[in-house]
């Protein structure tokens, strides 16, 4: 046994010596890797302008398997399917081996970060051929380092989106493996390698612009590669496996691929009106993110490093790099990355990554070239897909110069060593070691402090919120008290912003970001006044103008329960912002108490509970009678202006909201009518988001109220007979209502139906991924069977 | 008699300086305490400062008001020692220069009072303080200095 474990260990040894270079360069990455948990400062959270862990792991992950997104009033969100794999999964799972969540966002960060400097690691190596092994072993543990430690990773990355980390650290390895593949006899298993990589990277499709990001260096690689190699077999064998790679990818991702391309159309319209609603433009926004050159090339230039709000600079530590120092090295960039252009003109693949650098500067450039505001302007969509060019392209830039600074410092590193023939091998090294630290220094220690000094994660000022969070534990408190009311309602959060996010004020900091109890309140919560086509909106407006009944009754129809006062806002930021809907805290008391709609139910901490004197359980109910009302939603506000309107006791329809077919065929009353009798009785089961079944029993027609956001989606099903679509109407001004002309007792069912577009693609996604990996491991599997044929010839 | 401490490094000009020296009577004494440049420590600890964390730079804010809320310092303009005396030495009021002093040598000094600020300990420790200022005096040794006194008197 003694024999077998010293020869183990020996081999072992033997192994770690052989690759010596490879395990140094990849602790060191691993090591700096842990700089991100310095980030944290101990116990806390980080959140970030669009990114924000969800406080139950699990119910998030769960929700990710629908396309209809039940949290506020409900919206078709074929794109969280997306995030299911990796990040919800991890997250889901971090939470079943109960790992708090702040260990599972420190593995996240640390784990991403590590990643990226990986990855270009093995870029870099796997492209720098010509070399002698530890000179392309320290090529690619300077652009892995540089990788990690630069301005994009601290000005876009870090502060603003974790999820889109993802892309950023896997790109240099997707790339690395295409490029292999392409050069690979064996196209089949790297094709199907290729495509896992990629699937690593699904979370960060959520947004579909990062997938033509992902593929666009592939393409352009592609048809370096042909270029440079211009025969007909080269042509064939490239086209075989980037097809391959493109089909089993798209095969394994069907499952998000198929909702997202059939709301396509929506998504776009959705993306747009939210841009629409803070008063801009897609061109506009292109405009804002353009990079001057001379700051895109240094890897600065954009506009928010030199930005702030009411005083408060969104980045505290971006007036550093107008130093002289600062000035100075970041100039070492450009010019190391150009470097190689000069000393190796004919190596290929410095060539690429030079051009590579150059088209990415003329794309972060964006508006300021006439060429990039032909781009922006002329090729269709593409000012939608990308509006933020320093965003979306910084990475490629910071790619390409992290592959051309190894390159450079390395042969830089040769040819002094070269220089220096006569001195001892240790001092040679050292001789020639000592600018390459001294550089390396300068660009990945001085000129990416912020990463160093951790103020990356915005630390709180005056104005502005830390992005490190620490939740009062009263919203723990009150959640457990809303989870003790068994019935379905909704929460209404005051103040309210226009895109759902929350601008906190806690001890130890506060929070940015989107509204950070929406998965750990176990009701809805209503975050964004555009919710419901704005009724959010016009509700809040209406308690801040003091007309706290007629408010009332459109949250009564809106199944709001409660009005939740955030007495922890952060009033200097919120104050005058255009994008929320609010008052001074004094007078939002002085409504909120004085009202006779809405009264104090609960405090919890610094959240105040008014109850909703309205409100009746109308997640599901049905309504005698209708009222046609001609106009938009401003007849909303006149309806519920009456003293005689009870919410419960009708539906609301707005002619606006219906075509020509709907007013001929639905049976409206265009008077106001109220208290007649309604003889219908229903009780209803949500066996999942996209699926209720709702128990009738009638002696007369009724409408059907679902107080969910209308989507024509929607299907209502009786006995499987479809109710027809011109009976499905928008109700109350934003819900889903149909008119059932039947009566008796009988069960209707509403469904989502393009959450059988999911169904199908989860299903051949998973046959898939079943068939990818038994071909992976056939020959595995082959051996495992001959053994075992074997073992038993032995014993028979 | 005027007194003029730590503030002429943080102007762009001297001039002001001179309206100073216009209110001195015959016989007028003026003390002029600040900041010199040409430390280089010093100057490496000013381009460094943007760069330590902000969290830091808010903890010497508790002890130094000058420094903003943002953690910037206020605009510096050291002048160098023959500056401040060409400034005198050209006003049109006559002055005479009664003696020049040199502070802060090779920053210890000053690091060693700024730093007994935090950690009173420090102020414990025996150091031959009096053999070090003895060292400012060599003429050798001046650009380590990182303030100069320059007491002035009307003629």
Same mark, same amino acid.
């Given at each position: 046994m003694s024999i077998e474990i010293t020869a183990f260990l020996k081999s072992f040894w033997g192994y770690l010596y052989l690759h010596k270079c490879t395990i140094i360069a990849l602790l060191i990455i691993g090591l700096i890797g842990l700089l991100s948990v310095s980030w944290f400062h101990g116990d806390y959270l980080i959140s970030a302008v669009d990114f924000s862990m969800p406080l139950n792991r699990l119910r998030s992950f769960m929700a990710n398997f629908y396309g209809w997104d039940s949290r506020s009033l409900g919206s078709a969100n074929p794109r969280i399917s997306a995030l299911t794999f990796p990040v919800w999964a991890y997250f889901a799972f971090s939470e079943i081996i109960g790992l708090s969540l702040s260990i599972t966002e420190k593995i996240l960060f640390y784990g991403v970060f590590t990643i990226s400097g990986l990855s270009m690691y093995y870029l870099t190596t796997t492209l720098i051929s010509n070399r002698p092994v530890k000179l392309k072993r320290l090529a690619g543990l300077i652009s892995g380092i540089f990788y990690m430690l630069n301005p994009y990773v601290a000005i876009i990355i870090l502060p603003l989106r974790t999820t889109s980390f993802m892309i950023y650290a896997l790109l240099p390895l997707i790339l690395a493996i295409f490029v292999k593949g392409l050069n690979e006899k064996r196209k089949v298993k790297f094709a199907i390698i290729a495509a896992f990589v990629m699937t690593l990277a699904t979370s960060v499709y959520v947004d579909p612009s990062y997938l033509p990001l992902t593929l666009l260096p592939l393409l352009m690689y592609l048809i370096f590669y042909i270029l440079v190699n211009p025969t007909k077999t080269t042509l064939f064998s490239a086209f075989k496996f980037t097809t391959l790679f493109l089909i089993t990818w798209v095969s394994l991702n069907l499952y998000w691929l198929i909702p997202d391309a059939y709301f396509s159309s929506t998504v776009l319209a959705n993306v747009t009106s939210a841009y629409n609603s803070v008063g801009v433009s897609f061109l506009s926004a292109v405009q804002l993110n353009s990079a001057p050159l001379l700051g895109a090339i240094r890897l600065l230039g954009y506009w928010g490093l030199n930005s702030g709000y009411k005083g408060d600079a969104y980045s505290i530590w971006a007036t550093a790099y107008q130093t002289p120092l600062l000035i100075i090295v970041s100039f070492l960039l450009p010019f190391l990355a150009f470097i190689p252009l000069l000393i190796k003109p004919k190596d290929k693949h410095v060539l690429f990554f030079a051009s590579f650098a150059i088209i990415s500067l003329l794309l972060i450039n964006g508006t300021y070239s006439p060429i990039g505001n032909w781009i922006y302007t002329r090729i269709p969509l593409f000012s939608a897909f990308f509006s933020t060019p320093y965003f979306r392209f910084g990475m490629y830039l910071t790619l390409a110069y992290a592959f051309l600074i190894g390159y450079a410092l390395t042969e830089l590193f040769s040819r002094i060593t070269c220089s220096l023939n006569r001195l001892r091998r240790l001092a040679r090294h050292m001789i020639s070691g000592a600018p390459i630290v001294v550089l390396l220094f300068l660009i990945v220690g001085v000129y990416a402090f912020p990463l160093w000094t951790g103020d990356v994660i915005r630390p709180g000022t005056q104005v502005l919120q830390s992005n490190r969070y620490q939740m009062p534990p009263y919203y723990q408190t009150a959640s457990n008290w809303l989870g003790t009311d068994p019935s379905d309602f909704n929460i209404l959060v005051l103040p309210i912003s226009t895109l759902g996010y929350a601008e906190l004020k806690w001890a130890n900091g506060g929070y940015d970001g989107p509204y950070p109890a929406d998965w750990l309140f176990p009701k809805a919560v209503i975050a964004s006044s555009t919710v419901g086509n704005g009724i959010a909106g016009i509700a809040a407006q209406l308690i801040i103008n003091n007309q706290t009944t007629a408010a009332s009754k459109i949250l009564a129809l809106m199944n709001v329960k409660y009005v939740l006062f955030?007495?922890? $806002?952060n009033w200097l930021y919120v104050e005058?912002? $255009?994008s929320w809907i609010s008052t001074s805290p004094e007078q939002f008391q002085s409504i909120l108490n004085s009202s006779s709609s809405l009264s104090l139910e609960k405090e919890f901490g610094k959240l105040d509970f008014y109850k909703n004197n309205y409100w009746q359980p109308m997640e599901v109910y049905s309504a005698s009678t209708s009222i046609l009302s001609d106009g938009n939603l401003d007849q909303l506000i006149q309806i519920a202006e009456r003293s005689d309107f009870t919410p419960s006791d009708s539906v609301i329809v707005l002619s606006n909201q219906l075509n020509a077919q709907q007013i001929s065929t639905l049976p409206m009353n265009t008077v106001f009518v109220q208290n007649q009798t309604n003889n219908t009785s229903i009780t209803y089961k949500e066996i999942n988001p996209t699926q209720y079944t709702v128990h009738v029993n009638s002696s007369q027609p009724f409408y059907l109220v679902f107080s969910e956001s209308y989507d024509n989606g929607w299907v209502a099903t009786i006995n499987g007979q479809q109710i027809p679509d011109q009976y499905h109407f928008t109700a109350n001004g934003y819900a889903n209502g149909w008119y059932i002309n039947k009566t008796g007792t009988y069960t209707i069912t509403l469904e989502f139906t393009p959450q059988n577009l999911f169904y199908a693609g989860a299903t051949i996604s998973i046959t898939t991924l079943i068939i990818c990996t038994v071909y992976i491991s056939r020959n595995k599997m082959k051996n495992i069977y001959q053994k075992y044929v074997k073992k038993n010839k032995v014993s028979n | 008699m005027a007194i003029i401490r730590n503030l002429l490094h943080h102007l762009s000009t001297l001039k002001p300086l001179s309206n100073i020296i216009g209110l001195l009577n015959s016989n007028g004494l003026l003390l002029i305490d600040d900041k010199i440049s040409g430390n280089p420590l010093q100057g490496i600890l000013t381009l460094a400062y943007p760069l330590i964390p902000y969290n830091f730079k808010m903890l010497l804010r508790e002890k130094a008001d000058h420094i903003d809320r943002y953690g910037h310092l206020p605009p510096i303009t050291g002048y160098r020692p023959k500056a401040y005396v060409k400034f005198i030495t050209q006003n049109p009021n006559k002055l005479t220069i009664v003696e020049v002093r040199y502070h802060g040598f090779f920053l210890i000094l000053g690091a060693l009072e700024y730093l007994s600020r935090f950690f009173p300990r420090i102020s414990n420790i025996r150091i031959p303080i009096y053999k070090l200022y003895s060292l400012e005096r060599r003429k050798i040794l001046?650009?380590?200095?990182?303030s100069i006194t320059i007491v002035v008197e009307r003629v």
């Open positions: 955030q007495e922890d $806002t005058n912002n $255009t | 001046r650009w380590s200095a990182i």
